[in-house]
Antibody
Framework: EVQLVESGGGLVQPGRSLKLSCLAS????????MNWIRQAPGKGLEWVAS????????YYADTVKGRFTISRDNAKNTLYLQMTSLRSEDTALYYC??????????WGQGVMVTVSS | DIVMTQAPLSVSVTPGESASISCRSS???????????VYWYLQKPGKSPQLLIY???NLASGVPDRFSGSGSETDFTLKISRVEAEDVGIYYC?????????FGSGTKLEIK
């Protein structure tokens, strides 16, 4: 069974940093591109970043470029999102999702990040 | 960026009736390989999104065949036949043609 489990969220002050993790199981993690998608409270889905299976290709939304870094450790079956210079508008539920051309078939349960003083 | 525009904002449906949700993209989602990179997701209350339709008209595994997707290069439709109570939630279209990946703003389906 494919599982994606996010962790690392919490309450953080504006300007501070936070690192999210997504532990994958049930599939060969190193074969798949991965995404971070976020959803602000009561709002829609916003793509944040993507990383290819071997980390050769990385893409960011303009809203996080230069502040967020997506990475992965295929030996640990883990996807990461390092978030720096956090702003109130980064407050959201952050999902990791497996990406193929057949869509985002698998999503984690999400981890909440709240940026507030 | 490719803008995905959904309509209506919300729809209220009697159980057993059909519902259609529209999505329009600001750019053709038809790739030169013949694949149209539009997807449909359902987010049930309090849950993570789930994939319903991939590449415009392909039913994702485990999704009831009451759901179907169709469209052209820029105009797409999700049809739900014989709506059931379990279909409530917010439906999103999304595109995977190019970065940044984008989603529509969502259509809320309610049961009358």
């Amino acid at each position: 069974e494919v599982q994606l489990v996010e962790s690392g969220g919490g309450l953080v002050q504006p300007g501070r940093s936070l690192k999210l993790s997504c532990l994958a199981s049930g599939f060969t993690f190193s074969n798949y591109g991965m995404n971070w998608i976020r959803q602000a409270p009561g709002k829609g889905l916003e793509w944040v970043a993507s990383i290819s299976s071997s980390s050769s290709y990385i893409y960011y939304a303009d809203t996080v470029k230069g502040r967020f870094t997506i990475s992965r450790d295929n030996a640990k079956n883990t996807l990461y999102l390092q978030m720096t210079s956090l702003r109130s508008e980064d407050t959201a539920l952050y999902y990791c999702a497996r990406l193929t051309t057949e869509g985002m078939r698998y999503w984690g349960q999400g981890v909440m990040v709240t940026v507030s003083s | 960026d490719i803008v995905m525009t959904q309509a209506p904002l919300s729809v209220s449906v009697t159980p057993g009736e059909s519902a259609s949700i529209s999505c329009r993209s600001s750019k053709s989602l038809l790739h030169s390989n013949g694949i149209t990179y539009v997807y449909w997701y359902l987010q049930k209350p309090g849950k993570s999104p789930q994939l319903l339709i991939y590449r415009m008209s392909n039913l994702a595994s485990g999704v009831p065949d009451r759901f179907s997707g169709s469209g052209s290069e820029t105009d797409f439709t999700l049809k739900i036949s014989r709506v059931e109570a379990e279909d409530v939630g917010i439906y999103y279209c999304g595109q995977l043609l190019e970065n940044p990946l984008t989603f529509g703003s969502g259509t809320k389906l309610e049961i009358k």
